[in-house]
């Protein structure tokens, strides 16, 4: 007997986005599983897999715990075409390093400016997962804060070593689209485009994203000019484009 794949994450994880946009490109029946930070660590425990989130548990109780295993989860069982396009290691070699630098920096420095902010924080804490980690979370929020700060290094330095890989990453793919291509590698959507947008949505805050970030109107405004200035390079009207065709 067959169950329907079971998706654990953090909901307003930017890597979750990344698996949660691939299930649902590739018309993949699923159920997320959502909680808060440090609330998630049990059930991916239970479920057989790492502390860090997202990880999905397939169908036939195969537990991924990558966000880039899903990616290639999606591409074999799915109905769209393939994320990866065989043979194409410009796209590999893309996603890899966006996974490796650009999203551990965007994340940061989400955090960095929302962890300032005590409404805006509690604002996101309280839209998802169960309704006792809401409350627990409220609860723990300056506990959780001072974990994720010591654990992320989110300070001042880190925030700028992160302002320094984003803006260069910005720079390199605002390069390579000068010649007029729609999509990073090729004619079409691969995974080099769907993880640029979707690490890319904490410092880019689109429209499509919104129900995981604060109400509008609570975004701190430091983090409301720096993603102003993101959004309006070619690389991120790119990003924005990307989650507008989705």
């Known amino acids: 007997m067959t169950m329907t794949p079971r998706l654990i994450t953090i909901a307003f994880s930017h ?3 990344k ?37 999905l548990v397939t169908d036939d109780g195969t537990v991924l715990v990558d966000s880039t295993d899903i990616l290639r989860w999606c591409d074999a069982h799915g109905r769209a075409e393939p994320l990866f ?17 650009l999203g551990p920096a965007t994340r940061r420095l989400g955090y960095f400016y929302l962890l300032k902010d005590k409404r805006a924080t509690l604002d996101v804490l309280a839209k998802h997962g169960p309704r006792w980690e809401r ?8 506990l959780a804060a001072a974990l994720l700060r010591r ?53 880019l805050l689109p429209d499509q994203y919104s129900e995981y970030l604060p109400r509008e109107e609570l975004v701190p405004p430091a983090f409301r000019e720096v993603a102003d200035a993101y959004r309006a390079t070619p690389a991120g009207e790119y990003g924005l484009r990307m989650y507008l065709e989705r």
Do not use: M, N, Q
């Open 135 to 142: 409350v627990l979370g409220k609860a723990s929020r300056p």
């Open 151 to 203: 654990g992320l290094r989110i300070d001042p330095a880190g925030a700028e070593r992160s302002r320094a890989v984003i803006d260069r990453t910005f720079s390199e793919i605002g390069e390579r689209l000068r010649d007029g291509r729609k999509y990073l590698c090729g004619d079409r959507l691969t995974a080099a485009d769907l993880t640029f947008a979707a690490l890319a949505a904490p410092v």
């Open 19 to 55: 698996a949660r946009w691939a299930l649902d490109r590739a018309d993949i029946d699923y159920v997320e599983d959502a909680h808060l930070p440090l609330f998630s660590y049990l059930p991916l425990v239970r479920a057989g897999a790492k502390r860090t989130a997202p990880a």
């Open 85 to 101: 396009p065989p043979g194409d290691d410009e796209v590999v070699a893309l996603e890899e390093e966006f996974d490796r630098h």
């Open 15 to 17: 890597y979750c986005e």
